[in-house]
């Protein structure tokens, strides 16, 4: 069975500040690929980032970075000087082999940047 | 490139009625998947048609809930005889192949009375 946990339900930050999202998954599959979406308040889910299990580097994309640490089934998100258009949910997502087509994801971690 | 789309945003539905949710993939993605999500938690899986052939479906879809994609284009998401405990947000996505990104509609806000 495949599980994602994102232990930080909510987190509160003030504009400028650094912030990590964690996320820890589990599976039993050696292929498998880790997502993460953000939800803006208009409540569709946006696509931000895809890795496989086979790729360990860590990537960054303007004020967002990502890493991914197969030792501890995490795949954190982080947010560089973050910014009010920032708040969102987070989820972050496994799909694997043997999911049979279904994405799981975890419950998520409410951003909310303060100005 | 148009997005996914789902009709209707909004439902306000009693008890024991039956309601019908429409979902427009991306018209080149040949998989379409439906998810629920309420509120508080992530989306949670419910079923995923490649092209007109439904090949996946939750535990969480009783028998009370019926998809279809009749021509491999929209798709049709009918809950018969309504509970209250099927209120959430009802959502489409699509997707070109396994493992790619998901690009997911909106949404539809089923509130049962």
């Known amino acids: 069975a495949q599980k994602v946990t994102q232990a930080q339900t909510e987190i509160s930050v003030v504009e400028k500040e650094d912030v990590t999202l964690d996320c820890v998954y589990e599976t039993r599959d050696t292929t498998y690929y880790l997502f993460w979406y953000k939800q803006p308040p208009s409540g569709e889910l946006v696509f931000l980032i895809r890795r496989n299990s086979f790729d360990e580097q860590n990537e960054i994309s303007g004020r967002y970075s990502w890493n991914f640490q197969k030792s501890t089934s995490s795949f954190n998100f982080t947010i560089t000087a973050s910014q009010v258009v920032d708040s969102a949910v987070y989820f972050c997502?496994?799909?694997?082999?043997?999911?049979?087509?279904?994405?799981?994801f975890g419950g998520g971690t409410r951003l909310m940047v303060k100005p | 490139d148009t997005g996914v789309s789902q009709d209707p945003r909004h439902k306000i539905t009693k008890r024991g009625q039956n309601v019908t949710f429409r979902c427009d993939p991306i018209?080149?993605?040949?998989?379409l998947y439906w998810y629920r999500q309420t509120l508080g938690q992530g989306p949670e899986f419910l079923t995923y048609?490649?092209?007109?052939?439904?090949?996946?479906k939750s535990r969480l879809l009783s028998d009370r809930f019926s998809a279809e994609r009749p021509k491999g284009s929209f798709s049709t998401l009918e809950i018969q005889r309504t509970e209250q405990g099927d209120s959430a947000m009802y959502l489409c996505?699509?997707?070109?192949?396994?493992?790619?990104?998901?690009?997911f509609g909106s949404g539809t806000q089923l509130s049962v009375l």
């Open positions: 997502a496994l799909d694997s082999d043997n999911a049979g087509n279904m994405l799981t």
């Open positions: 996505a699509s997707s070109s192949r396994q493992y790619e990104k998901l690009f």
């Open positions: 048609f490649q092209n007109e052939a439904q090949l996946e």
């Open positions: 018209s080149e993605h040949n998989r």
